[in-house]
């Protein structure tokens, strides 16, 4: 049977493994975030054609902002709005029996559709000569609050005696069935973090950077700002959960260091005690 200690000494290797873990994923954050803030910004238009005139037309990182332009006919959804980007998820609501025959909401994924057309960024304002920056991979790219909801469906499903005599026996009775789909419209104000560069035909896209997993690719609806605060958001509760688990690793390692200078300190008086030992004679 394993003792405190062993279970002690087991949990002290978890605990430092995860903490190492946790700090690794930190430090890696926090150098994203400051890459990001460190990124040059530009609106689509002059202030774009001016950084990479001055960076050789090719801008390795950078936060770019411009409306939504289908480059080919763009999708329609359910509500009739057209967009470039959308997501039709199925899912089946349900109760089903958890452990002690307990019942509970459950939703299960059924099937996701996605539709995509190529698009690109262009200017914020119709003035002046329109320059179209292309998207290229936008599946790569992290989307951060980039889809609305548009349309949600939900057909209940047919229910009698005999199906419910059944799902209680399975433990699984079905409630109905949601259709959600989620879009992105043209003209839509979106933000763009990746590098951009321009070819010999004056084309510029937007591409996923080649500097590595340090500068991620983004695609949002959110301004840059708002992406800095989530991502820095989620770094703090990383950091507090890796302080929390290096504060017990701490106290479990001091209580097992207190029980081995105990035991040594016992050991300590049993030898300084032989000497005056009395053994008696034999018969």
């Known amino acids: ?93 349900s109760v089903k029996r958890h452990a002690f025959g307990q019942w509970g909401d459950d939703v299960r994924t059924l099937q996701k559709t996605l539709n995509a057309v190529p698009f690109g960024l262009r200017n914020l304002a119709k003035s002046g000569r329109e320059i179209i920056v292309e998207v290229k991979n936008p599946l790569d790219a992290e989307g951060v609050n980039l889809l609305m909801p548009v349309a949600t469906n939900f057909s209940p499903a047919n229910s009698n005696i005999a199906t419910a005599v059944v799902d209680f026996f399975t433990g699984h009775a079905s409630k109905g069935f949601e259709t959600t789909e989620k879009f992105l419209p043209v ?17 510029i896209a937007l591409i996923e950077p080649t500097q590595g997993d340090m500068f991620p690719y983004y695609l949002s609806t959110l301004p840059s700002e708002n992406i800095v605060k989530r991502l820095e958001r989620t770094n703090t509760y990383i950091k507090i959960g890796a302080c929390l688990l290096a504060t017990v690793g ?20 049993i030898v300084d005690m032989l000497p005056f030992a009395q053994i008696a004679p034999l018969d």
């Open 187 to 203: 003209d839509t104000v979106v933000t763009g973090i990746g590098q951009v560069t321009r070819d010999s035909s004056g084309h």
């Open 1 to 93: 049977m394993w003792t405190t200690a062993v279970y002690d000494y087991l949990f002290l290797g978890v605990d430092t493994l995860v903490v190492g873990i946790l700090y690794a994923v930190y430090k890696t954050r926090k150098e994203i975030i400051a890459n990001i803030v460190k990124a040059p910004s530009a609106t689509v238009g002059p202030e774009l054609e001016k950084l990479l005139e001055e960076h050789g037309n090719n801008v390795d990182y950078i936060i770019l902002k411009g409306k939504v332009e289908a480059l080919e006919k763009p999708i329609q959804s359910q509500t009739g709005m057209q967009g470039v980007l959308q997501v039709v998820t199925l899912s089946e609501h």
């Open 250 to 269: 701490i106290i479990i390692a001091v209580r097992r260091i207190t029980a081995w200078w105990q035991i040594q300190k016992l050991l300590f008086w």
